[in-house]
């Protein structure tokens, strides 16, 4: 076979797979989810970042990244560190998100949040991950 025929297949299957993820979550998720979250004894470092995530994240993720009606659980197989490496919630944090799990909206950028915060309101977030079965 060319190489143009394995182009064209290759195109055709992300338009497949695009349109798939668009309609599923488009459709699938309500407007509001709020999990129940196993709070575990936090290292320092998660501690330092639960007081980070209170202070500047809690309005929307909620009381543990458990979810409002402004902002997913941040604490949710969605999240998962093989899905959502560290750098998409550093990216997320610096440069907003586009929506595309859930119908929140866009996540804006949060420039009053140090790198620093940052990397320690994602170990607190992992931590409760973990605690909570989210390898």
Known sequence: MNKSFW???SAFALVVVGVRL???HS???PAVTVVDVKVPEL???AALGARDFEANCV????????????????????????????YAFRTAAKAGVRAHHWRFGNM?????VTAE?????????RELQKENGIL
Request: hydrophobic residues 25%; contains cysteine; negative net charge.
């Open 27 to 29: 459709t699938s998720e």
């Open 43 to 45: 290292s320092q470092v």
């Open 117 to 125: 915060e940052i990397n320690r309101i994602i170990v607190y977030v």
């Open 59 to 86: 309005s929307c993720h909620g009381e543990n990244a458990s979810g409002t009606e402004n902002g997913p659980p941040l604490v949710h197989d969605i999240y998962r560190p093989g899905h959502h490496p560290d």
């Open 22 to 24: 668009y309609v599923g």
């Open 108 to 112: 804006p950028p949060q420039p009053e």
């Open 7 to 9: 182009i064209i297949i």
